[in-house]
C-alpha cells in the first residue's frame, strides 16, 4: 500500500468512529487513563464552536486533555485555532505505519540482554525504571496509566522490558492492540543512554512484530521522534503523516 492508502486506513479504523460530540471523537478515560480528540471533521464554520467545549470539559473535569492534530485535518489553521484557545503544541512526531507481514520478526540482542513480557506491578516497575533512565523524567504518570490498563484492559496491552545482566532494566516498550481494526500500535522503546546504539530499540520493534503477526495484525503504527524515524524506515515502515500533540494543561491550585 501507498503511504496516502496506508494513512487513510489508519484514519478510517482507528481514528475515526462514532462521533462524541459534534465533529469530534474523543476519548474520555474514568480514573488514570489518557484523555483527548484523536478525531475531528470541523470547518472554518464549526471549529472554534468544538474547540470552546473541549475547553470547557477539561475545566470542569480539573484534568490534562490532549487534542491530536494531524497534518491533513481540517480547516488548515486548526493548529492556530487550539493555540488561541489555550492549547500549547508540543514537539510534532512522524506517523508511521507498515504492513506486519512484511517487517523482519527476527529477534537480534546484544550479549547479556533479554526480553521479558510483563503483566504486573512489578514489571511496571522496571518499565519505568527504563524510562526514566532514558528520558530523565517523572515517570509516575505513565505508571499510573500502564497499571491501570493492565488491570482494565488486559488483552490490548503487552508490554516488554528489556534486560541487562543483573535484572538491570535497560528500555521498555509495548504494544496497543486496537480490537476489530487490523492495527495495533507501538509505544515506548527509549534506551538507557549506556545502551543506545546497539539494537536493543530494533529488536523491541522485532518482538512486538511478532507477537501482532500471531494476533493476526495487518498494520503497526508508530507516532516516531526524530531518533526513531531512520531506524523504523530502514525497518520498513513508512512515514503517512506528522501529528503534534496540542495539550490543555488542567488548573490547579
Known sequence: MDPIA?????DLR????PATAPGVRRFDAEEEGWCGVVWSDLDAH????AIAEEVRRAEALGRDTEW???DHDLPADLGDRLRRAGFVPEPPETLMIAETAALDTRVRLPEGVRLVDVRDADGVDLAIRAHDAAFGGDGEPLRARLLHALETTPGDLTLTVA???GGLPVSAARIEYFPGTGFAGLWGGGTHPGWRGRGIYRALVAHRARAAAARGVSFLQVDASEESRPILRRLGFAAVATTTPYVLRARRG
Not at 464549526?46 to 464552536?49: G, K
Open 163 to 165: 534486560l541487562a545482566e
Open 14 to 17: 482507528v481514528r475515526r468512529g
Open 6 to 10: 496506508l494513512r487513510d486506513a489508519y
Open 46 to 49: 464549526t471549529a472554534d464552536a
Open 68 to 70: 491530536k492534530l494531524y
